[in-house]
């Protein structure tokens, strides 16, 4: 199932778009500002990260617009204006705000975090320092600011702001550390910090299609429950994922004091963790400790259920949407998203 026909493969059916992609926000980052334009292109230079977000735009924009006539029934058309439904401009240019947005929101974090590696190079702060990091992310945000209001669409525009205060409130509720009873208050926050960006985007990707409203819910609700899938796996990953394959640390989430799925499923069945999660893991021997529960628990396994569950009704909120090959993708992305190694 991790390598699905490539008629349905979502990675296949956007791999064009993505390329121009690169190069456009390249273009639209380059401004009188050399030191800037080269921090902040330096994730846009060669393929680099997973590109799920403007996958999610594209896909939710190809099953949503007008299909056209196939080339063999209509050989007057071309090629380009017949291919994946009619991708519009507007769209296109989500998908890119999309992924600056995000990285954005990277370069911040990795400061935050202190993360030294990001996509298997050195992260922007490592190789520039944490002032250029900060400045890089806020005109990555500017610059998909500007990109975000030439869409003129006032609702997108209303929509794709709210993203970066999510961003923010996300980033805020994860320095609170949890008790007994906080499970909603974790994925309150994973909606914040994750869910939010995919929900909004895939939404404004319907929004421009044009359709109706169940259908602009639908996308919406897509995005929501894959976010909320991904960020419970990213959160698995930090335990039991390959560095290699990540291209980020291992435990950063314990190392920073964050409390994830795992631990708050392992601290119902072991209580005593509870007073670890309290120290933010900092007193000598709590990281080991804290992975000797989760491992004996049930934790990883439960998370990855839930993490299932949202996948699952990500891809019921697809219902409203006619079949089509990019429908189908957008059922095979959960999949990904949950089998997912990197
Ligand atoms: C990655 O989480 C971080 C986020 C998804 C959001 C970070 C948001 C901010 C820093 C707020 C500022 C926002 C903007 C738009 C400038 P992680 O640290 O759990 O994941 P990682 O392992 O990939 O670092
Ligand atoms: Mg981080
Ligand atoms: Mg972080």
């Known amino acids: 199932s991790s390598s699905p026909d490539p008629k349905v493969d979502p990675f296949v059916l956007t791999s064009e778009e993505l390329k121009t992609m690169s190069q456009e926000m390249m273009d639209l980052l380059s401004s009188s500002h050399p030191v800037l334009s080269s921090c902040a292109g330096y994730f846009f230079t060669k393929e680099s990260g997973k590109k799920v977000r403007p996958t999610m735009v594209l896909l939710t924009s190809y099953a949503l617009n007008p299909h056209s006539t196939p080339p063999s029934s209509n050989p007057s058309l071309p090629m380009q204006e017949t291919s994946h439904g009619g991708l519009l401009e507007t769209q296109r240019r989500l998908a890119e705000i999309t992924e600056m947005i995000h990285t954005a929101s990277l370069f911040h974090d990795d400061v935050i975090d202190k993360s030294t590696t990001r996509r298997s190079l050195p992260s922007v702060n490592h190789q520039f320092g944490n002032k250029l990091a900060i400045l890089a992310g806020d ?6 600011s500007v990109s975000l209001s030439r869409l003129r669409n006032l609702e997108v525009t209303e929509v794709m702001s709210t993203v970066i205060e999510h961003l923010v409130k996300g980033e805020v509720m994860q320095m609170r550390v949890l008790k007994k009873g906080n499970f909603e208050y974790y994925l309150k926050k994973n909606f914040y910090k994750t869910s939010s960006l995919m929900a909004n985007s895939c939404m404004s990707a319907a929004i421009l299609a044009g359709v109706e409203g169940r259908k602009i819910e639908g996308s919406y609700n897509y995005g929501k429950y894959l976010g909320n899938a991904f960020q419970l796996i990213d959160d698995v990953l930090d335990f039991n994922g390959s560095q290699d394959l990540l291209g980020k640390p291992l435990l950063s989430d314990l ?3 964050v409390t994830t799925a795992p631990v708050l499923y392992a601290a119902e069945e072991y209580p005593e963790m509870y007073e670890i999660i309290e120290r933010k893991y900092g007193a000598e021997g709590d990281i ?3 992975l ?4 004996n628990s049930a934790g990883i396994q439960k998370t990855i259920d839930l993490a ?7 891809v019921k909120s697809l219902n409203v949407m006619e079949d089509s090959v990019y429908k189908e993708a957008m059922g095979n992305l959960a999949v990904r998203i949950i089998e997912r190694e990197n």
């Not at 005109?139 to 998909?144: E, G, S, V």
């Not at 299932?308 to 990500?314: G, L, S």
């Open 288 to 290: 080991d400790k804290a």
């Open 292 to 295: 000797e529960i989760i491992n």
């Open 139 to 144: 005109f990555l945000l500017a610059r998909a």
């Open 255 to 257: 190392n920073s004091g």
């Open 308 to 314: 299932k569950t949202h996948a699952e009704v990500a």
